[in-house]
């Protein structure tokens, strides 16, 4: 039970963090026609040092989890 409750929390801090980096970002779309994400390997990097995994990285980023990991991996990483 207590294990359900902390991934609905979870999910919707995400949410507050992928609305906060739009905002950031100066994103105004919310279509779901965007296209190819830049720079998320920046973005991916710095919130793994945060400590986020790549899970929540993707969600928050909206890039697949498997990019994200590639992204994460250790050659990868500059």
């Known amino acids: 039970m207590t294990e359900k409750i902390l991934a609905?929390?979870?999910?919707?801090?995400?949410?507050?963090?992928?609305l906060s980096l739009r905002q950031?970002?100066?994103?105004k779309?919310?279509?779901g026609n965007?296209?190819?994400?830049q720079g998320v390997g920046e973005l991916a990097r710095y919130f793994n040092n945060m400590g986020i995994?790549?899970?929540?990285?993707?969600?928050?980023?909206?890039?697949?989890?498997?990019s994200v990991r590639t992204?994460?991996?250790p050659k990868r990483r500059e």
């Open 53 to 66: 995994e790549a899970k929540d990285i993707a969600e928050i980023t909206g890039a697949p989890l498997q």
């Open 24 to 27: 950031l970002l100066g994103e």
């Open 71 to 73: 992204l994460l991996t």
């Open 34 to 37: 965007e296209k190819r994400k």
């Open 29 to 31: 779309e919310f279509s």
């Open 8 to 18: 609905e929390v979870s999910k919707k801090l995400n949410v507050l963090i992928a």
